[in-house]
């Protein structure tokens, strides 16, 4: 009887074991990663851009938002949210109260699919199918059927009351630190919501620095940063493929950008120019999907100094 069950129990137990990790202790360990990119003009000094993304709030999760609270703490010079701040309607109070230290200092931001649209429960498995043909979210997807409308304008006007720039779309200037900063935005990708056409032309001078800000990393939105001469892009959305493999990585990204490249630094050619991209984890998952294996949930410390 041991010899013939022995084996699947024992697959079953560390299956459990591993469900149990991924659910109860690495989705819920949030980790800071600190990054250095040569990317500035000769002379200029160093910025400190503290970048959160893929919060994913669901009401009642108390400790991310002390843990969100605390990263005040670090003193960047400014924020970029690159957004899916939600993963409950009802969870917009307390995303504003988490980002509450955070919107004292200046910042920027965009939304992704889940700040406009509730989550579904859908099979995990389909985002290899999805990898497989080519499909993402509404490039190559029908619209979702029911989808839930969250109350996004209520996001929207909590951050520019803090004076966070809105990039949906569109072009802004930031100062901090005694620098200006020209943001360039677009809406998300990953529903189609993206006008790259309304903002192209690259950097217009306005200020000392320039960088790209989008919610989905998709390669139609990296190129049109790059080829217009962004030395920086910034991004989310892939999670950081939520679960890997160890000493693997990745098995998707939820979009058509590579696996090599789900997470942390990398750079992106386009027409003869390069780009550093910056993709985050994120610290949050889909409420229905509450698991994280080989990938901890983040936010990211960038130091921006002169080019090498």
Known sequence: MRARYGVPLGITAAGAAGLLYAAGFEARSFRLRRVTIPVLPTGMRPLRVLHVSDIHMVSGQRKKQRWLRALAGLRPDFVINTGDNLSDPEGIPEVLDALGPL???????????????????????????????????????????????????????????????????????????GVSVELTG????????????????????????????????????????????????????????????????????????DTERVKGLSTHTAEGRTAYMHVSAGCGTNRYTPVRFACPPEASLLTLVGRE
Not at 105 to 128: H, I, M, T
Not at 196 to 224: K, T
Request: neutral net charge.
């Open 186 to 257: 677009v809406d998300d990708p990953h529903i189609k919501r993206d006008r790259y056409e309304q903002v192209a032309g690259g950097p217009s001078g306005a200020g000392d620095f320039a960088m790209g800000v989008v919610h989905a990393p998709y390669l139609r939105s990296l190129d049109a940063f790059t080829a217009d001469g962004y030395p920086l892009v910034l991004a989310g959305h892939t999670h950081g493929g939520q679960l890997c493999l160890p000493f693997y990585g990745a098995f998707v990204t939820n979009c058509d950008l």
């Open 103 to 177: 919107m004292e200092l200046p910042g920027a931001y965009v939304f992704g699919s889940n700040d406009y649209y509730g989550p579904k429960l859908r099979n995990p498995a389909r985002y290899l199918f999805e990898k497989a043909q080519g499909r993402y979210g509404l490039n190559g997807n029908p619209p979702a059927v029911g989808a839930i409308h969250n109350p996004w304008q209520k996001l929207r006007d909590g951050f520019d009351e803090a004076g966070w720039l809105n990039l949906t779309n569109t072009r802004g200037v930031l100062k901090a630190a």
